[in-house]
């Protein structure tokens, strides 16, 4: 009878220890994306990138600090997209804010200490065409991130039903910028459902998104699979942020 009990009591120890290890490492992951929350939201843009952004686009002061805002709302996103187990990448639904990455990037000491400490690598920008997720999923990517509970304390911004990163074009009046409304948004839905239900599960979207995002890199894996942010991302026309 030991000789039974023994090798059971054994796995059951195993199993044990086994399920209190992963558990750790699902509060270990969670607590550093709720500290790299925190530091995206409490950020300070360097004053030049602000200075940039208005030269370069002609946005007033007022202006051009809601498109920071709707940077850090990216960025936040791209964090948040380490828990998704659909899409790869993050699009961008916004020129204005696009505009605003780009001219941080420039910044190039202060985009890389940023990155750093935010997403644990360097956040690329690369061309769309180069994305391995197509534009309307990455899209509907990034909205499924504002569907979700914000990581940190502070809560998504919003501009009545419709995400800010998703909003500002219109708000501002952007040229060239990307209009999206309600209906934009459902067709959005509408997609990243097709998405989940043709993995067995997520959604995805159509939209005119311009970069991606991929959140493969940073040494954090979701449960489950799916995106890690971090390193080797991508931004460009008709993507998001994307790994590399």
Not at 4 to 16: D, E, G, R, S, T
Not at 70 to 98: H, T
Not at 121 to 138: D, E, Q
């Amino acid at each position: 009878m030991e000789e039974i009990l023994f090798p059971l009591l054994l796995i059951a120890v195993v199993a044990v220890a086994g399920f209190a290890w992963t558990a750790i490492k699902r509060k270990r992951r969670l607590a550093l994306l709720q500290s790299r929350a925190k530091f995206i939201q409490q950020y300070s843009f360097p004053a030049e990138l602000r200075n940039r952004l208005q030269r370069n686009t002609g946005l007033d002061l007022a202006q051009s600090g809601r498109v920071l805002e709707g940077l850090r709302q990216y960025f936040l996103a791209c964090l948040s997209a380490q828990r998704s187990r659909i899409a790869r990448e993050v699009g961008m639904p916004s020129k204005a804010v696009d505009a605003a990455w780009h001219e941080f990037i420039v910044l190039t000491k202060e985009y890389q200490q940023f990155c750093d400490k935010a997403f644990g690598k360097y956040l690329h920008h690369t061309p769309g065409a180069m994305m391995a997720t197509p534009a309307s999923a990455a899209l509907a990517n990034t909205l499924h991130q504002f569907r979700q509970p914000a990581i940190g304390p502070a809560q998504w911004a919003m501009l009545g039903t419709v995400p800010l990163l998703f909003a500002i074009d219109r708000e501002l009046g952007f040229k060239d910028g990307h209009m999206h409304d309600e209906s934009t948004i459902h067709q959005l839905e509408a997609t990243r459902q097709m998405q989940i239900a043709s993995m067995g599960g997520g959604s995805s979207a159509s939209g005119d998104g311009d970069h991606s995002w991929s959140s493969s890199d940073s040494g954090i894996s979701p449960d489950g699979g799916g995106s890690s942010c971090g390193g080797g991302s991508s931004c460009g026309g008709g993507g998001g942020c994307g790994g590399g």
